[in-house]
């Protein structure tokens, strides 16, 4: 079975450093983007970047260009996502996600479950 | 940026057809990906590039687009239905949803 599972809910303070993760079993991990998402509490989706781990092409979206850091290790199927300074705004629900067809940018058909982000003082 | 408008509130009758719009750019639209996405739930895949279907996700749920416009359309509309739906399209590289739209099935 093709699935993303992601690393748990955090609650951290402003100013944290953070890193959580999304973890890709039953295909080639290496032959698939994966992209990153959020979702604040009641609002839409937000696409904050993707990264291709076979060579580790990453792509960002303008509105969060500097603010996270998108990376992987396919030696253990893995992406990640950091933040280096939290901020309060920084709350949300943040996904995963795998495209429909490997090596595009297409649509996002395999989801990870969603890890939430809590940040407060 | 490129932007994508979506209209907030889509109501239909139990049984009946909705329709939910994606508009594009004056460059117009393409390759255009649907997903649902119920309370407390991951986005669902409905559509992708403009009409196609994943395995799994039923018939009553179809896509199109002309021109600047796409359209999702659902079918004999279900309580299981209602939920948020949005649009994706990539440009130059970077994802771009749309706002999100709430289908409310009455």
């Known amino acids: 079975e093709v699935q993303l599972v992601q690393s748990g809910t955090e609650v951290k303070k402003p100013g944290e450093s953070l890193k959580i993760s999304c973890k890709g079993s039953?295909?080639?991990?290496?032959?698939?983007?994966i992209g990153w998402v959020r979702q604040m509490p009641g609002k839409g989706l937000e696409w904050m970047g993707i990264i291709y781990p076979g060579d580790s092409d990453t792509r960002y979206s303008p509105s969060f260009q500097g603010q996270v850091t998108v990376s992987a290790d396919k030696s253990i199927s893995t992406a990640y996502l950091q933040w280096s300074s939290l901020k309060a705004s920084d709350t949300a629900m943040y996904y995963c996600a795998r495209p429909v067809g490997d090596g595009t940018l297409d649509g996002f058909e395999i989801w990870g479950q969603g890890a939430m982000v809590i940040v407060s003082p | 940026s490129y932007e994508l408008t979506q209209p907030l509130s889509v109501s239909v009758a139990l049984g009946q057809t909705a329709r939910i719009t994606c508009g594009g750019n004056?460059?117009?639209?393409?390759?255009v990906h649907w997903y649902q996405q119920k309370p407390g739930q991951a986005p669902v895949l409905l559509i992708y590039?403009?009409?196609n279907r994943p395995s799994g996700i039923p018939e009553r749920f179809s896509g199109s687009n002309s021109g600047n416009t796409a359209t999702l359309t659902i079918s004999r509309a279900q309580g299981g239905d209602e939920a948020d739906y949005y649009c994706q399209v990539w440009d130059s590289s970077t994802a771009v949803f749309g706002g999100g739209t709430k289908l409310t099935v009455l």
């Open positions: 004056n460059n117009g639209i393409k390759n």
């Open positions: 039953g295909y080639r991990f290496t032959s698939y983007w």
């Open positions: 590039r403009d009409s």
